[in-house]
């Protein structure tokens, strides 16, 4: 099945902007934080390198679920991302995917036993895509004002990522 426009969208901002927010759920409540990830596109996730005891992936039990967002403010493009969420204890995939970022977090290297491989699979995207020039929101919410409507700002629609 070929990718739809937003598909490919999203997959190329998160190979330009490795950062994402990810969101996993504690205790019953939202915790937000910056991650920064290796996109490996051949396999459909991405993977951040985390603690193996703490953090995201002691977070992601029992759901196996988190989200991330990403955006793109100079096209108006935004998506809050549902992903399945997997521990992966891999020696060389983690060695394959560490850089002189990750060892500042982690300065064991590689081969601390305290670094794993969170994974995290796309599964849906709520998007919001709407005019990326100034002078055309402004015009649409003129307009809108004028005739007495809500502006046309673009889409917003939840897509399959799978």
Not at 11 to 26: E, F, G, Q, S, Y
Not at 70 to 89: G, K, P
Request: hydrophobic residues 40%; proline residues 7%.
């Amino acid at each position: 099945m070929a990718e739809t426009e937003f598909q490919q969208r999203i997959w190329a901002m998160l190979n330009d902007h490795p950062v994402v927010m990810m969101t996993t759920v504690v205790g019953g409540k939202p915790r937000t934080r910056p991650m920064s990830g290796h996109l490996d596109r051949e396999n459909h996730r991405l993977l951040f390198v985390t603690h193996s005891h703490t953090g995201p992936v002691e977070e992601i039990e029992p759901l196996g679920t988190a989200s991330i967002a990403i955006s793109d403010e100079d096209r108006n493009f935004y998506a809050a991302i549902e992903c399945e969420a997997t521990r992966i204890d891999d020696a060389e995939l983690l060695k394959q995917v560490w850089n002189p970022i990750t060892g500042a977090w982690f300065p064991g290297g590689p081969d601390d036993p305290d670094v794993t491989l969170l994974a995290l699979h796309p599964i849906s995207a709520e998007i919001w895509n709407g005019p990326s020039s100034g002078v055309v929101i402004a015009f649409k919410l003129a307009t809108a004002k004028l005739l007495g409507r809500a502006p046309d700002l673009g889409v917003n629609t939840t897509i399959d990522m799978r």
